[in-house]
């Protein structure tokens, strides 16, 4: 196999006789086939200049403008002539470009511009196995364009990896051409890491390891940049060659220094980013971890995690196969086989990971909502809410989900919902330059000062500012209402007592170990695996600055309230953004509202919060006693439980003006029930159930009809003399339970029989007490002796 001759040529006639006839093609094409540079410029053969450019979508920069150059040099030209490209920030064109190589972003800003893209002949979406949103939206608009304004259009999706089955189902049934991919012997090596070493000396010691061993260039793969970063400081020094970091983060140009072919062999450290579409030229070797970072955004809480997971089998293969594209080359793996087939076959497409904020906004200056567009896979309900929550906060949509002339500001700069709101902040703030900077620092993860130099320029351009001389101010003064217009729902407030814990606008608990600050705009929050979130990257800010700033968002929130400690009626009056109170204080409830909680707390505690007297519950008790007795007339009930439950059938009308269990206590509650028993059975109440008797002695005692025995009369002995029966209530049917006394008012005697007590047990009671009391009298015969309270002197004397 000759380097004019690819896998991907045998295909061609077939693709183009296809393409002629069909509007949509899938084709199916493993790495090495030489697709991405093939077929751009083999449908120059069927499409004639004047019917329009050729649009290639690469999902990344690099992939890009790599595969723009390697077609310009395969014709002999200079990129810009009949192949070039187009990247945020960046174009390659001319007046006879043909081919034109775009980042996928690029499309869905042509589709908003220009729905029936004129001047476009064919689309080639390459790489849609790596599922991107702006692929899968790329795809969502061209078929609905195709269907409603351009049927001539022609799209070609590529894929190496994906199931082409349902792809081409969601094409209309379009054609499905395979091709075989160039692949040469790859000797797999199995190296399983353990947990007793860190990843980063462990890679570094298979790299060492297969550089003795193997000739050519090495690529390893890594899961994030901070791997690479801690690789590279493993190996400096300790390896023959060239050591080259390749990420997506990285300066566009030291990407460009790990591809390109030099004098020295070269190891490469590279993200997923070099899984496909990259040919590196001189690999022979590749290094495979086995992980990847993948970004799971949660819905519920609008944060996202960072999660270092296992790769794909399918991107394993394409990582193996990597070793294999200009001759046979080997694959260590640091992992066991048995790890490798209990990896998921596919890699999950973003669509249904990531925080759809961006996509919604398309589809909103679209003009279509999400059900209405053909998916490969529906995009999840819960992130589209969250999505368009997030949106409406920022002032992109409206409150029925439609976009505002804000939100079309924003979709038209080739950034998150977030950093766009933050830019057009800084041209109404006259904070432009402050703005660029900021944006610039947030979009680089790369603390490389010339890219994020690179970034602001290129933003300032793009918003059409000019730099600042000297130094830009970063206080967080100056910064604090471009943060709070972008991150409105990433407010935060420390909680009481915990310096190193916040409490976000969203209801989400973060904790943020390096600051001390009040309030705060969390900026970079990895959503984390426990009950909160990790900060890592804040402003500090002020109730001030948010005041002035967002006041539209601050709600003031009455909250009343029963404060336990306190034990009354707490009343205040806050200021908030969500779920951050910003201020707090005390102000006075309203009847309605104090008795309310009144109401609710004599529900839960029960009527003993009230002041009662011992007249209130000895009426309670006789109107309890009536009902049991002669239920027939009728009595309310009067029980605590009734009354607790009832509250505000009997008391809430007498609650105004109180606001505190101390006046609850203080309530005089006799009239309240003399209220419920009415009138009429109040008067029948004091009949057959008298508050008290008058005695032989003539004095009027009162009944205790709080005793569950009672009604009970206590009474001295003395005063009873010649009373020969019990007394008798409610008709006669309950005797009343006398105790009688001793003359210190001890009881000496329990009885309903009290002619019994004469003639059993006075005489007992007499022999006993006769000698202790002797200044009271005692006749032998108490039938017929005076009933009286007084002592015998004082008998005689009267």
Request: charged content about 20%.
């Amino acid at each position: 196999m000759t380097a004019a001759c690819l896998p991907i040529d045998r295909v061609l006639p077939q693709l183009l006789a296809t393409l002629q006839t069909h509007a949509s093609i899938v084709l199916s094409a493993p790495p090495g086939a030489g697709k991405t540079t093939r077929v751009p410029l083999a449908l120059l053969k069927i499409i004639p200049p004047g019917n329009g450019r050729i649009l290639m979508l690469e999902p990344r920069r690099i992939a890009a403008v790599s595969a723009a150059r390697y077609m310009a040099a395969s014709l002999g030209e200079q990129v810009g002539q009949t192949v070039g490209y187009t990247i945020r920030f960046e174009r390659r064109l001319s007046a006879q470009t043909r081919i034109e190589v775009v980042t996928e972003g690029i499309l869905t800003r042509r589709l908003q511009e220009d729905p029936e893209l004129a001047g476009v002949a064919c689309i080639i979406f390459d790489e849609f196995h790596e599922r991107s949103i702006h692929a899968d939206l790329g795809l969502a608009l061209c078929l609905e364009a195709q269907a409603a304004l351009r049927p001539d259009l022609k799209l070609l999706v590529m894929s190496a990896t994906l199931d082409c089955a349902p792809l081409a189902k969601l094409l209309g049934d379009a054609p499905i051409l395979s091709s075989e991919g160039r692949s040469f012997a790859v000797d797999l090596r199995y190296l399983p890491v353990t947990n007793r070493q860190p990843l980063a000396g462990q890679m570094a010691g298979a790299i060492r390891l297969a550089l003795r061993d193997n000739p050519g260039d090495l690529l390893a793969f890594l899961p994030g940049s901070s791997e690479i970063r801690a690789v590279q400081r493993e190996l400096d020094g300790s390896v023959d060659g060239m050591i080259c970091p390749l990420y997506g983060d990285l300066p566009f140009e030291q990407q460009q220094q790990a591809i390109q072919p030099g004098t020295r062999r070269r190891v490469v450290l590279a993200t997923n980013i070099a899984e496909t579409s990259l040919t590196i030229n001189g690999v022979r070797i590749v290094v495979d971890s086995g992980l990847t970072r993948r970004l799971q955004f949660d819905p519920a809480t609008g944060l996202e995690r960072l999660m270092t997971v296992r790769a794909s089998r399918a991107s394993a293969l394409q990582r193996t196969g990597r070793a294999g594209r200009t001759g046979p080359g080997v694959c260590y793996r640091l992992y066991g086989e048995q790890s490798f087939q209990a990896m998921t076959p596919f890699t999950p497409p973003e669509m249904l990971t990531a925080d759809l904020a961006p996509l919604v906004l398309e589809l909103a200056a679209w003009g279509a909502t999400p059900d209405g567009l053909s998916w490969l896979d529906q995009p999840p309900a819960a992130h589209l809410a969250a999505a368009q929550a997030l949106l409406q906060l920022l002032g992109a949509l409206d409150r029925n989900g439609a976009i505002t002339g804000l939100g079309r500001r924003m979709v038209r700069l080739p950034l998150h919902p977030r950093l766009a709101r933050l830019l057009i902040a800084g041209q109404e703030l006259q904070l432009l330059p402050e703005a660029c900077r900021l944006a610039a620092e947030l979009s680089n993860r790369s603390s490389a000062l010339t890219a994020i130099e690179q970034t602001e320029q290129q933003l300032l351009q793009l918003m059409g500012g000019r730099r600042k001389r000297g130094i830009l101010p970063s206080a967080d003064a100056v910064r604090a209402p471009l943060l709070i217009l972008a991150w409105p729902d990433r407010i935060a407030r420390r909680r009481p007592g915990d310096e190193g814990r916040y409490l976000l606008a969203s209801g989400r608990g973060a904790a943020c170990r390096n600051s001390r600050a009040e309030l705060l705009v969390a900026l970079q929050v990895d959503g984390g695996d426990g009950a909160e979130g990790v900060i890592h990257q804040s402003a500090a800010i002020t109730v001030d600055q948010l005041r002035q700033t967002v006041p539209q968002l601050i709600t003031r929130q009455r909250s009343v309230s029963w404060d336990q400690a306190a034990a009354r009626v707490a009343a205040t009056e806050q200021e908030q953004i969500r779920a951050v109170v910003l201020s707090s204080r005390q102000i006075a409830a309203d009847d309605a509202e104090a008795t309310a909680l009144l109401l609710e707390q004599l529900r839960c505690q029960g009527v003993a919060l009230l002041g009662w007297s011992e007249t209130a519950r000895q009426l309670q008790s006789r109107v309890i006693l009536a009902g049991r007795l002669l239920p027939e007339e009728g009595w309310p009930d009067l029980s605590d439980t009734w009354l607790s439950e009832h509250p505000e059938q009997w008391l809430a009308n007498r609650l105004s003006g109180l606001r505190s269990q101390q006046d609850l206590g203080q309530l005089a509650i006799l009239p309240l029930l003399q209220e419920l028993v009415g009138w009429k059975l109040m008067q029948l109440l004091d009949s057959v159930v008298p508050a008290g008797l008058t005695v032989p002695s003539g004095r009027r005692i009162g009944l205790d009809y709080t005793d569950q025995e009672g009604p009970v009369l206590s009474v001295k002995l003395q005063e009873l003399f010649g009373l020969a029966e019990s007394p008798l209530i409610c008709h006669g049917r309950r005797a009343v339970l006398v105790h009688l006394l001793s003359p210190a008012g001890r009881p000496v005697a329990v009885t309903r029989d009290l002619k019994g007590f004469w003639e059993r047990g006075y005489l007992e009671v007499r022999k006993e007490l006769r000698g202790r009391y002797p200044k009271h009298p005692w006749p032998d015969d108490p039938w017929n002796a005076v009933a009286t309270h007084k002592t015998k002197k004082a008998l005689d004397k009267r």
